[in-house]
Antibody, heavy 119, light 107 residues
Framework: QVQLQESGPGLVKPSQTLSLTCTVS??????????WSWIRQPPGKGLEWIGY???????YYNPSLKSRVTISVDTSKNQFSLKLSSVTAADTAVYYC???????????WGRGTLVTVSS | DIQMTQSPSSVSASVGDRVTITCRAS??????LAWYQQKPGKAPKLLIY???SLQSGVPSRFSGSGSGTDFTLTISSLQPEDFATYYC?????????FGGGTKVEIK
């Protein structure tokens, strides 16, 4: 059974770049069956989709974050990553990685990791 | 972007009650809609996809309906483990969007 696990720093300074990695276990990121996605949730607030990547490297980003977001994939490590540049306090959130099925729904989620933006 | 509006933002109900949550899309999305359940401190869980299809393992007391712009999630008989926040998500466009959430609280 496929599992997802987010990892990365829990504290990032304002104006710096937030970097997170999602490790996929129990399945291959290169299977071609899924898109690999990032979603975030500010404390006490709703869900915001950030973007997704296919194993081939093709991406699609939330237009509201597009200028600051990069999602990449490393098939050799069975991982995909998120970089969010020029962060502010408004980027403080729990960040989830998730599997986006071919039907465009989020079938499986990681546990999430809290990233706080503060000096 | 397609905006998703959920109502109510919160609802108080008792065990055994029938609960209905609505989700409205800013433009027609056919049946490209999912519902998720999120409990405190946990990741969301897919309940319903394609507006009315029950995800494997989800109890049959959950049901979804609607198409176009108006959708509903119904819990036919609320159970203690159903107290949570529920989100809708549209999948009609590449730019995926969620509703603001509906918190189902104990009355």
């Amino acid at each position: 059974q496929v599992q997802l696990q987010e990892s990365g720093p829990g504290l990032v300074k304002p104006s710096q770049t937030l970097s997170l990695t999602c490790t996929v276990s129990g399945g291959s990121i290169s299977s071609g069956d899924y898109y690999w996605s990032w979603i975030r949730q500010p404390p006490g607030k709703g869900l915001e989709w950030i973007g997704y990547i296919y194993y081939s490297g093709s991406t699609y980003y939330n237009p509201s974050l597009k200028s600051r977001v990069t999602i990449s994939v490393d098939t050799s490590k069975n991982q995909f990553s998120l970089k969010l540049s020029s962060v502010t306090a408004a980027d403080t959130a729990v960040y989830y990685c998730a599997i986006l099925g071919g039907n465009w729904y989020f079938d499986l989620w990681g546990r999430g990791t809290l990233v706080t933006v503060s000096s | 972007d397609i905006q998703m509006t959920q109502s109510p933002s919160s609802v108080s109900a008792s065990v055994g009650d029938r609960v209905t949550i609505t989700c409205r899309a800013s433009q027609g999305i056919s049946s490209w809609l999912a519902w998720y359940q999120q409990k405190p401190g946990k990741a969301p869980k897919l309940l319903i996809y394609a507006a009315s299809s029950l995800q494997s393992g989800v109890p049959s007391r959950f049901s979804g309906s609607g198409s176009g712009t108006d959708f509903t999630l119904t819990i036919s008989s609320l159970q203690p483990e159903d107290f949570a926040t529920y989100y809708c998500q549209q999948a009609n466009s590449f730019a995926l969007t969620f509703g603001g959430g509906t918190k189902v609280e104990i009355k």
